[in-house]
Each structure stands twice: as structure tokens, then as C-alpha cells.
């Protein structure tokens, strides 16, 4: 059973570019979750989805961030016209259901770079 | 709201030490909780989880037990290897927060040959 895959693994856009980040759940997940991990921070949750709904987005910035999770494809994570402070590792997660005791499984990441 | 407070690191040890990272929590009603490990230039992955008081979860000789009189979730292990060298993240999830995990900054743990 493949993991959670995200791509790509290494993005680097210049500033007022677009970034577009992709995370393919688990096999049998329906539930997705984005944190995104700033230098020298902790990481921090950013939208929470299940297919075609948007459940939970109170850690996405107001504006800019955007994210979706189709009902066929992968979820995506979408930064219009990024600036420096976007740079960061951002971390897809998938789980079986939405209840607090079953773990989230974590893709390895993308890392954005904005130069 | 709920938080999550972890040990400064970094932290290092000489093989074969003992660890302990502490971890304590805030949040309302009964949160399930977590650690992960986060290997250099790697994703998280879970490294133990306890969903109800007086848990223990453990893993490749890790062990953490949900104290709720305590509202900690101390990370242990009694002989820590040079391939446990990452950074461990504490975490919640609580019903309340729609499930989201919510996180400490992380320990960076360094053990030296």
C-alpha cells in the first residue's frame, strides 16, 4: 500500500510566481490535512478536507492560500503570488476517518523555496 | 485554546543513555496524543499515540504514558542508539479542533557514537 505521496518534493519560485503543491492520500483515505512548517517553527495547521468539502480552514492565511480535494485527483495546495515568507516545508497528511484517536499519515513533504 | 509544550533541545547524548523528552498539554475534554520523529530531510512519521489516561504507547523501545493528572506525555527510552538522532514532535488531537494535530516546536536529539 503506497504512503502518502506529495509532489514535488522540491519546488523554488520566484517572488509573484504561482506554486501548486499535490498530495495523493492514502489508499482508502478520504480525509487530508496540510500543515506547514516554517524555519526554526513548529509546524502548524493549515485546512483540513474531505472530498470536495472544505471542512476546517482556520490556519490558512486569508489571502493567497488556496486548497481543494477533488472528487477524482489529488488534493492541492495552491499559493498565488507567493512571497519570501512563503518559504517552507508544507506536509500533507491522510487518515481512514476524522476521529482525534487514529493517526494521520504524512507525506514527505514539499519543500518551497522563493527566491 | 489547546497547546503543546516540548523541551528546548537541542539535546545530546552519548549512546546508550537514557532520554527523556518532556511534553505537556492544554486542551479541553480528553485529546488523544501523539509523538512523531521527523528524520533529517524526511517527512513525519508516527512514532507512538496513547487516546486515553494512564496509556503507555511504545515503539522501537520508546515508551510515553498519558498522565491526566499531570496533562503530560513525557517521551522515554532507556538506551538511545545513533540512528534516533532526528527532531521528535509532541502532539494533540482533540475533537473539539475538528481533529486537526496541534504541535509542540520539537526536540532535536543528537546522540553521539
Known amino acids: 500500500n503506497a504512503g502518502v505521496m506529495q509532489n514535488p518534493r522540491h519546488l523554488v519560485r520566484r517572488r509573484g510566481q504561482e506554486a501548486r503543491l499535490r498530495c495523493s492520500p492514502m489508499k482508502g483515505h478520504s480525509h487530508v490535512y496540510w500543515y506547514r512548517q516554517l524555519p526554526e517553527e513548529g509546524l502548524k495547521f493549515m485546512v483540513y478536507?474531505?472530498?470536495?468539502?472544505?471542512?476546517?480552514e482556520s490556519g490558512m492565511p486569508k489571502e493567497r492560500f488556496s486548497a481543494e480535494f477533488p472528487k477524482e485527483g489529488p488534493s492541492i495546495l495552491r499559493i498565488q503570488q507567493v512571497v519570501r515568507g512563503d518559504s517552507a516545508a508544507y506536509f500533507c497528511a491522510s487518515s481512514p476517518r476524522g476521529t482525534q484517536e487514529v493517526e494521520q499519515y504524512f507525506g514527505p513533504g514539499t519543500r518551497l523555496t522563493v527566491t | 485554546g489547546d497547546s503543546v509544550t516540548q523541551m528546548e533541545g537541542p539535546v545530546t547524548l552519548s549512546e546508550e543513555a537514557c532520554l527523556t523528552i518532556?511534553?505537556?498539554?492544554?486542551?479541553?475534554?480528553?485529546?488523544?496524543l501523539f509523538w512523531y520523529v521527523q528524520y533529517p530531510g524526511e517527512g513525519l512519521q508516527l512514532l507512538l499515540k496513547?487516546?486515553?489516561a494512564d496509556d503507555k504507547g511504545s515503539n522501537k523501545g520508546f515508551e510515553a504514558t498519558y498522565r491526566k493528572e499531570t496533562t503530560s506525555f513525557h517521551l522515554e527510552k532507556g538506551s538511545v542508539q545513533v540512528s534516533d538522532s532526528a527532531v521528535y514532535f509532541c502532539a494533540l488531537s482533540a475533537a473539539g479542533n475538528n481533529r486537526k494535530l496541534i504541535w509542540g516546536l520539537g526536540t532535536s536529539l543528537a546522540v553521539n557514537p
Open positions: 496513547a487516546t486515553k
Open positions: 478536507l474531505q472530498k470536495e468539502n472544505i471542512i476546517d
Open positions: 518532556n511534553c505537556t498539554y492544554t486542551a479541553t475534554g480528553y485529546p488523544s
